[in-house]
């Protein structure tokens, strides 16, 4: 997705490219609102539009774009909901600060990775997996159950077998972590599970934009199912913690130019 496209949406941009990609887009009025919404957060989390922007009124969005107010309409309540956009009498619909974003909302993840990633939000994610999730694998150890540990070995195996490239390896990834959140029987940790899982698929999938995967993190995965598996917390812990800086560190590898 093109980032300079994505951000045509407020006052002060141009409209003109739009009205063929939308067409390309008609079908179910869910379908057609959700594309809008994606163009419009992708704009929204790569700077296009910054906090306090005024973003067009449903009519002059509509007739430029070609769609129904109606699909507008959806869009900015989906935008809304996930604390992007607030829409006034009057006033029209402005660009939320940015403490109001619902950024542990997977498609707002999503969005923030449809171009280069804000770095802030970057180190705010591995910061939040790095208080998370060696707690979480400590707890999964210590409370893990046969069938838990058997279906984290099937998601190591099947990252093994498809490699983090791949779609396949990288859905088995999110299955991966998604097990441990689930392992440690506590509802609260459990309920981050989707955001865990879609921030470990975004940052992976962005390592991969510009070239291979620096090294192969599998090894990491390996040795945190080896803790849990032997129901050693401590080792499971530290594993994790080491997981998510050498992860963190294969990122800041990605963001960099390379000469």
């Given at each position: 997705m093109a980032i300079a496209a994505a951000g045509a949406f407020s006052d002060h941009h141009a409209m003109s490219?739009?009205?063929?990609?939308?067409?390309t887009l008609r079908g179910p009025g869910r379908r057609l609102h959700g594309s809008i919404a994606h163009r419009?957060?992708?704009?929204?989390l790569?700077?296009?539009?910054?906090?306090?922007?005024?973003?067009?009124?449903?009519?002059?969005?509509?007739?430029?774009?070609?769609?129904?107010?109606?699909?507008?309409?959806?869009?900015m309540?989906?935008?809304?909901?996930?604390?992007?956009?607030?829409?006034?009498?009057?006033t029209g619909t402005r660009v939320l600060p940015r403490h109001r974003w619902n950024l542990l909302d997977p498609a707002v993840l999503a969005w923030a990775f449809a171009g280069e990633p804000d770095p802030r939000l970057v180190r705010s994610l591995f910061e939040l997996r790095a208080v998370i999730e060696p707690a979480a694998?400590?707890?999964a150890a210590e409370r893990r159950s046969d069938e838990e540990l058997a279906q984290m070995k099937a998601a190591l195996d099947l990252m093994d077998r498809h490699t983090l490239a791949t779609d396949e390896g990288r859905a088995a990834d999110r299955d991966f972590h998604d097990l441990i959140l689930k392992a440690t029987q506590n509802d609260a940790l459990?309920?981050?599970?989707?955001?865990?899982?879609?921030?470990?698929?975004?940052?992976?999938?962005?390592k991969q934009r510009a070239r291979?995967?620096?090294r192969n993190p599998i090894p990491d995965h390996a040795r945190v199912y080896d803790a849990i598996a032997a129901q050693d917390g401590a080792a499971a812990e530290a594993a994790?913690?080491?997981?998510?800086?050498?992860?963190?560190?294969d990122t800041h590898s990605a963001m960099t130019p390379q000469p």
């Open positions: 490219d739009f009205p063929e990609a939308a067409r419009i957060g992708v704009a929204i790569s700077g296009e539009h910054a906090p306090g922007d005024i973003l067009s009124g449903e009519v002059a969005f509509s007739e430029q774009l070609d769609v129904s107010r109606g699909a507008y309409r959806e869009a309540q989906a935008l809304a909901a996930k604390g992007l956009v607030e829409s006034r009498p009057k694998a400590r707890m459990t309920t981050l599970s989707a955001s865990i899982g879609a921030a470990v698929n975004w940052t992976t999938e962005f291979d995967l620096p994790m913690r080491d997981l998510v800086t050498l992860a963190l560190d």
